[in-house]
């Protein structure tokens, strides 16, 4: 048993899904999974310029044929975006963590937000795809780490481990090895073993195309079938129902764990798979309430794709600015009350 | 002859007493907190425990009894 915090559980999670190559550059609130790994002797491990440099050299090892892995925050992970669609492209397995603060810009920088949940989906540009896990707690954070390497092989993608300033420094006492795992091993060739192509051109079979609508086409099909059917065998969630209600809260991250103070009046689903997004479980748990409401550190970003997927109206309530209060939150919970059910 | 006396009806297994040891003497094993060589008796474990459950000997009393 150890008393941890959750940063030091995804550097722990990435050192037992075998992870042997590390570059990244510091941010608050991700730097300390950088100063837990840098000790690790078991890897590579390189500070990198910035956080362009940080993706790219990770986008190198995996190529070279490691699990390999970056972690940052909010502006950095604008800086990794051209990396990530890079990735999806050139389909390399890889695990990006991005611990949220406040932003845009520089923000504040000591701030949990959950601003970056769009950026994860929408982020890069082009269609792609992503695989997202958030985790709520440090035992999760060490367990989603762990399944985001293995979601990161069966896709042959950057999946990314999204948290925020909360969870990661949030210490809890937990005993990492009740933690069961299976893990994944290398499907993707590396570089000499093969053909493969790595300019992220449109390709088939490594011979790169630039001119053909249909292979695009194909290769869109392809894509989307790939990462869907990989994401179906990682559908984490919590759903905590509470029969004397017809009133459901979704919330992810640090919120879960506040809205779980509420659950005596309320049930609770909480997506771990953040993306793909859960559709049928959430339209399912939709349908047996009639009055949704999203709580997150945002200002309706998840709301807006909850909305699509449930079918009903959705109501927000957006903690803003860093500071969660539970009475701040209860107040506008009963303020919803007034609302008209769907 | 240790420097610190522990509670074990008290102690609710939280480890922070364990993460806040400077000299990183004492450790949770076979379910205990035991206490090994280097203790300089700053006391950190007695501040920082929320449930009284640790605490350093002073002379012959032993606080907490």
């Known amino acids: 048993m150890k008393l941890i915090q959750g940063n030091e559980a995804i550097s722990e999670g990435a050192l037992a899904a075998g992870m042997k190559f590390y570059s990244g550059y510091p941010i608050t609130p991700a730097s300390e999974i950088m100063h837990y790994l840098a000790k690790a002797k078991q890897i590579q491990f390189i500070n990198s310029e910035d956080e362009i440099a940080a993706i790219n050299m990770a986008i190198g090892a995996s190529l070279a044929g490691v699990k390999a892995m970056t972690a940052t925050s909010g502006p950095g992970m604008s800086l990794m975006q051209e990396g990530i669609g890079y990735a999806h492209m050139a389909e390399v397995p890889l695990v ?32 792609y795809f992503p695989i997202c896990f958030y985790p709520s707690t440090v035992s999760e954070c060490y367990k989603y780490t762990i399944e985001a390497f293995n979601a990161a092989e069966e896709s042959l993608s950057p999946v990314i481990l999204l948290c925020d300033g909360y969870v990661g420094h949030l210490y809890e006492t937990v005993k990492l090895s009740e933690t069961k795992f299976e893990l994944k091993t290398r499907a993707k060739k590396k570089l000499g073993e093969g053909l493969g192509h790595t300019t992220s051109l449109l390709n088939k079979n490594g011979v790169p195309n630039t001119k053909d609508p249909s292979l695009y086409e194909e290769y869109l099909e392809r894509a989307k079938k790939k990462m869907h059917d990989a994401a179906e065998k990682y559908k984490f969630y919590e759903y905590t129902k509470n029969e004397n209600t017809r009133d459901l809260i979704i919330a992810y991250g640090i919120c879960a764990r506040v809205a779980s103070a509420f659950t005596d009046k309320y049930s609770l689903f909480k997506p771990v798979r953040m993306f793909p997004i859960l559709s049928e479980e959430i339209e399912k748990a939709a349908k047996e309430h009639d009055r949704i409401i999203v709580i997150e550190m945002n200002a309706g970003q998840y709301s807006r794709m909850i909305q699509s997927v449930a079918k009903k109206t959705v109501h927000t309530i957006s903690v803003l600015g860093g500071t969660i209060k539970p009475s701040k939150v209860k107040q506008a919970l009963d303020a919803l009350k007034q609302q008209p059910r769907s | 002859m ?43 474990c007695e501040e920082y425990c929320p449930h009284f459950a640790i605490f350093v000997k002073t002379g012959n009393k032993v606080a907490g009894k």
């Open chain 1, 96 to 127: 990006v963590v991005n611990v949220q603060r406040v932003g845009p810009g520089t923000g504040m920088p000591t701030m949990p937000a959950q601003g970056d949940v769009m950026q994860v989906k929408y982020g890069s540009h082009g269609d």
């Open chain 2, 2 to 44: 240790t420097n610190t006396e522990w509670i074990d009806k008290e102690c609710k297994r939280c480890m922070i007493c364990v993460l806040m040891c400077p000299k990183k003497c004492l450790n949770y094993e076979d379910d205990k907190i035991i206490e090994t060589e280097g203790c300089i008796k700053c006391k950190l």
